[in-house]
Nanobody, 118 residues
């Protein structure tokens, strides 16, 4: 059974930090690209950051470059998102996604709420 379980969300003041984690099971994590998406109320889900299966390549949406860092641990089947200098506009539900495009396999977690507010 495939599972992606996010954790680490919460309420933080502007300028603060949070670290999101996603624990994967039920599929060969090492072979999948991983990414974090977010969806704010009334907006479409957007890609925040992605990392290749080996961890050798990463990409970020422009609005988080220099503030967020994605990383993975294939031995532990986890992917993390370190979020620094948080802004109110970062408020959203954050989702973890696993992708193996060659086989058309995509898995999503259930999401974790991040709220940036004073």
């Amino acid at each position: 059974q495939v599972q992606l379980v996010e954790s680490g969300g919460g309420l933080v003041q502007p300028g603060g930090s949070l670290r999101l984690s996603c624990a994967a099971s039920g599929f060969p994590f090492w072979g999948y690209g991983m990414s974090w998406y977010r969806q704010a109320p009334g907006k479409e889900r957007e890609l925040v950051a992605g990392i290749s299966n080996t961890g050798g390549s990463t990409n970020y949406t422009d609005s988080v470059k220099g503030r967020f860092t994605i990383s993975r641990d294939n031995a532990k089947s986890t992917v993390s998102l370190q979020m620094n200098s948080l802004k109110p506009e970062d408020t959203a539900v954050y989702y973890c996604k696993a992708a193996l495009r060659q086989l058309g396999r995509y898995y999503w977690g259930q999401g974790t709420q991040v709220t940036v507010s004073s």
